[in-house]
């Protein structure tokens, strides 16, 4: 089974909406952590957000949030008030097991191209 | 203004040849990773450190890559002999293990064709 299911392989946004990228996870391990980048067409891997399976709230960077609802396993990001800029690829990553000794590797979902159209 | 840095950016070699790609990883960073991206596969991860010490090679075909860190300022991947199958981006990242986020921090990538 995947780890990381990212179902939306393209979407399309109007300049200054919000977008919601859909990411679940499969763990069975109660201690994880969540984990969205950035791919732009240069190639570059940009982190954006994080999210422990502990946190209470929802993590928030800027204009990036991420919609954690932990009973459904989903881990969506929120982009608010999309730029032409945010026009990228964006993969869900998770690390499963606390952030220690051997569990700090990531696994990373096929990704969601985002086109951002003015 | 701390990065991966990763060499080459670009390389084209013909089949059979031997491949080397490095790796820097930031400076005071402990957990350095290779990975491999393709448009089929997407991102794999192939190898694993921690304190200069394999921890995970399990997604790496062992008969033709191998994954060094000889200092901690330097990770290493070789293909010897390389395949057509071999051509993809190699993504390089390090992070601090241990920290409650874990975020790892990439290079720019070796993008590798083989002929």
């Known amino acids: 089974a995947q780890k990381i299911t990212q179902t939306q392989p393209g979407m399309f946004v109007q300049e200054k909406e919000a977008v919601t990228l859909d990411c679940t996870y499969d763990?069975?391990?109660?201690?994880?952590?969540l984990f969205w980048y950035k791919q732009p067409s240069s190639g570059e891997m940009i982190f954006l957000i994080y999210?422990?399976?502990?946190?209470?709230q929802n993590a928030t960077e800027g204009r990036y949030s991420l919609n954690f609802q932990k009973a459904r396993k989903s881990a969506n990001l929120v982009i608010s008030a999309s730029q032409l800029g945010d026009s990228a690829m964006y993969f869900c990553?998770?690390?499963?097991?606390?952030?220690?000794?051997?569990?700090?590797?990531?696994?990373f979902g096929t990704g969601t191209r985002l086109t951002i159209i003015p | 203004d701390a990065r991966v840095t990763q060499t080459p950016r670009h390389k084209v070699t013909e089949m059979g040849q031997e491949v080397t790609m490095r790796c820097q990883p930031i400076?005071?960073?402990?957990?350095v990773f290779w990975y491999r991206q393709t448009m089929m596969q997407g991102l794999e991860l192939l190898a694993y450190?921690?304190?200069?010490?394999?921890?995970?090679d399990s997604g790496m075909p062992k008969d033709r890559f191998s994954a060094e860190m000889p200092d901690a300022t330097l990770a290493t991947l070789k293909i010897q002999p390389s395949e057509p199958r071999d051509s993809a981006v190699y993504f390089c990242?390090?992070?601090?293990?241990?920290?409650?986020?874990?975020?790892?921090?990439f290079g720019e990538g070796s993008r590798l064709t083989v002929l």
């Open positions: 990242a390090s992070g601090l293990g241990g920290r409650t986020t874990g975020e790892l921090f």
């Open positions: 763990t069975s391990d109660p201690s994880y952590g």
């Open positions: 999210q422990g399976s502990y946190d209470q």
């Open positions: 990553a998770m690390r499963e097991g606390p952030s220690n000794f051997g569990n700090e590797k990531l696994t």
């Open positions: 400076l005071g960073h402990n957990t």
């Open positions: 450190f921690r304190n200069r010490a394999p921890l995970d």
